[in-house]
């Protein structure tokens, strides 16, 4: 069973800015995307950026500009650079990973969720 091993997440000032990483603990034989995703209280799960077979990039509207999501394919890891933080960025970030099957069927794994928070 691959795991998802998330770092990186703490308490930093609006403006500031921090780095999620996410490593696979071992390959998957087939990933098909990796991204983070966010939650506050009281809101629905979202994706904020995904990088689909390590090339194309997909964010969210309310963090373009602002946060860049890299894949280092060797290391089975994700990162996420979020600069010009705000205080409506606060949440719990989860890795997200999704493996496609050879019957074209996906798996989807989650990590147990990083906190970041931005105080204003």
């Known amino acids: 069973q691959v795991q998802l091993v998330e770092s990186g997440g703490g308490l930093v000032q609006f403006g500031g800015s921090l780095t999620l990483s996410c490593t696979a603990s071992?390959?998957?034989?087939?990933?098909?995307?990796m991204g983070w995703y966010r939650q506050a209280p009281g809101t629905q799960r979202e994706s904020v950026a995904t990088?689909?077979?390590?090339?194309?990039?997909k964010y969210h509207e309310s963090v373009k500009g602002r946060f860049t999501i890299a894949a280092d394919n060797d290391k089975n890891a994700v990162y996420l650079h979020m600069a010009n933080l705000k205080p409506e960025d606060t949440a719990v970030y989860y890795c997200?990973?999704?493996?496609?099957?050879?019957?074209?069927?996906?798996?989807?794994?989650w990590g147990h969720g990083t906190q970041v928070t931005v105080s204003s």
């Open positions: 071992r390959s998957p034989l087939s990933l098909f995307s």
């Open positions: 990088i689909i077979t390590g090339v194309t990039t």
């Open positions: 997200h990973a999704a493996i496609l099957h050879s019957d074209y069927r996906f798996t989807d794994l």
